[in-house]
């Protein structure tokens, strides 16, 4: 089975502009999960999905929003980007969000 | 106030220690996750407890529900070991995940 794949891999983004980032699932698993890891913060939550419907979500602002789609996939936007956006963001799928976690290798983004 | 606490921030061990790796937490849970990060990001989910203890190779997770406490240990370490490992807990209400610092280890052949 392939493994979870992120899209782009690596992005370079100025203040003010937004920002799509896309997630493809491993095949069957319906829970998809954002997070987000800074050096100064460490790994945050962002939100999780499933079955095309945002089941919980972390303590970010507004500008951070996702959606995922009937196929599983999940894309995950930031808009009017800050410095502080700057950071890897990671998803991981799950057969229904209960159970282990895989990891996607991760977008790095970084804010000019 | 980190809702979980990892412990030691950085380990340095000689290949074939025994390593133990503890973290505590906070908020009620309906599942702790141990994870591994090696340099350039990728994550590897290791365990998922809820109760007792699993193992998986020379890799041991313990959990102690009423202490609110669990432990990674590695035995026979090995400098393919080195690496990040985190402590992330799925609170029971609310299901919001919650993250360590995480735990830098470095075993030296």
């Known amino acids: 089975k392939a493994g979870v794949t992120q899209t782009p891999r690596y992005l370079i983004k100025t203040r003010g502009q937004q920002v799509t980032l896309s997630c493809s699932p491993i095949s069957g698993h319906r829970s998809v999960s954002w997070y987000q890891q800074t050096p100064g913060q460490g790994l945050q939550f962002l939100f999780e999905?499933?079955?095309?419907?945002?089941?919980n979500k972390g303590n970010f602002p507004g500008r951070f929003s996702g959606r995922q789609f009937s196929n599983s996939r999940s894309e995950m936007n930031v808009s009017t980007l800050e410095l502080g956006d700057s950071a890897l963001y990671l998803c991981?799928?799950?057969?229904?969000?209960?159970?282990?976690?895989?990891f996607g290798p991760g977008t790095r983004l970084l804010v000019l | 106030k980190n809702e979980v606490e990892q412990s030691p921030q950085n380990l340095t061990a000689q290949e074939g220690e025994f390593i133990t790796i503890n973290c505590s937490y906070s908020v009620g849970i309906s599942a702790l996750h141990w994870l591994q990060q090696h340099p350039g990001g990728g994550i590897v989910s290791l365990f998922m407890?809820?109760?007792g203890k699993k193992k998986h190779g020379r890799l041991i997770a313990t959990i102690n529900i009423q202490e609110k406490h669990s432990s990674l240990h590695i035995t026979a370490s090995h400098p393919r070991d080195s690496a990040v490992y985190i402590c992330a807990v799925r609170s029971g209400t609310g299901n919001q995940f919650y993250f360590g610092t995480g735990t830098s280890l470095t075993v030296i052949p």
């Open positions: 991981a799928s799950s057969l229904s969000g209960w159970e282990t976690q895989y």
């Open positions: 999905y499933f079955s095309e419907t945002q089941r």
């Open positions: 407890l809820s109760s």
